[in-house]
């Protein structure tokens, strides 16, 4: 039987936008589902995504694809090569999967809410794979993982971390929950679709899927290219929702773009910061993470919202500052308060990789050097108790991570405080403050876990107690895994470097 071709149907399957007559425009479209903008209604007709696709070359696609990352898997099983692939490698696989893989499963509900309340049948057409999309990353993620949890419980956390109170797991749903979960369609395409997944998710899935192939992890590399192009896919319709809103609503674009943009980047340098700058072997490493930033997400991303008329966000001295310093302040944090996260930080910090990094960064000597000779000393000394916390640091109210990089007016850490209906609330930096400041009904319920230890919801209010409220028992908390031997290389050196 004769077929159309597909470009002679497909523009009338995908534009199906009628008149409503049973029921009204605002009951089928309800603005806490579907969102408010200065775009009328009719307007949103223009949406037009770019790359064409239709159910059944999605589901053919997609069954490839799954095929192939599934075969790779099977194949190299038996050779587990992970546990081969050395500590600072695990660091970065145990910290992806917690991270992602159930965040993964929220944006399958985020696409789907797309599915139904975008104001645009196409929009709603290309969410639907979008949502299917999620699943499949979701479940993917999860069960790459769960071979090696017989072998190294820390990989139960990859289903674990966000059914717990850890302080990273709090900080990636709070991000989520703002970004997508607790939004509506059009709000939710410029922050998942466009800032986080245009912007950021690019960086971390394919860095890592480079990164992979580097080290020889062969089952992780084709793992992430097959979820990399199902997500460059579906982030298109960021984009197109872009097109339409910088058209018509600009001051809302920006808004949108301005707030997530940095949200992400706190996240990621936490994520892709640490994996990039120090877990990652130092001999296979290519670019540092800022240079990463430089070229995936500064470029490219500049590029795209000046194209339709939106500007650098207001902070672009301070995520400029920032470059230079966001990775190297958090690692330090997270390898000292190590007990309270789900991997073995490795401290990357060995003769070869501190001149690594003074090549890439070179305030690090002077700004961070300093406080791994301290740890060094200690180290070399016996005193392997001063280099772990007592306490916990303070946290920012809007990302949930450790108030730790400087100002850049003053060059030291400095919280920012606002009161807010008589409570006071502590920030990392002026554009965590702003974004508080903007909804502050939206964030002020959420508690730090500083703030939990306070209101004396972690019993007993100890290190230990926040410990074990966080879901970390004594096999699943961080440890160092060269036990500070590497910290020995520097014992014949009369000065650090
Ligand atoms: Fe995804
Ligand atoms: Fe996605």
Redesign the pocket.
Known sequence: MAQLKREDWYRIAQKVNWTFSYVSRDELFPKEMTGESKVPFEAWEEWDEPYKMTYREYVETQRDKDGGAYAVKAALSKARLTQKLGHGWNSILKAHYGA?AF??YG??IAEARMARFAPDSAWRNTALFGSL??V???QIQLYFPHEFVKDDIQYDWAHKAYHTEEWGSIAARALFDDMFLGTNAIDLSLQLTYAF?TGF?NLQFLGMAADAMKVGDYNFSSLISS?QT??SR?AQIGDAVMQVLGKYDKEKAQYLVDKMFWRSWRIFGLLTGLSMDYYMPVEQREMSFKEFMQEWIVDQFINNIEAVGLKKPWYWDQFTYELDRLSHALHLGVYFWRPTVWWNPVAGVGVKERQWLATKYPNWEEEYGRYWDVIIDNYQNGRTEKTLPQTLPMVCACDQLPICEPNPKSGKVEPLVTVYKGKKYHFCSEPCQWIFESEPERFAGQKTIVQRFLDGMIQPPTLEGAIAYMGLSDYEMGKDPDNGAWAMEYKNQTKAI
Do not use: K, M, P, V
């Open positions: 992602i965040g993964e944006a399958s999309d999620e499949r990353h979701g997944e998710t979820i199902d997500e579906h």
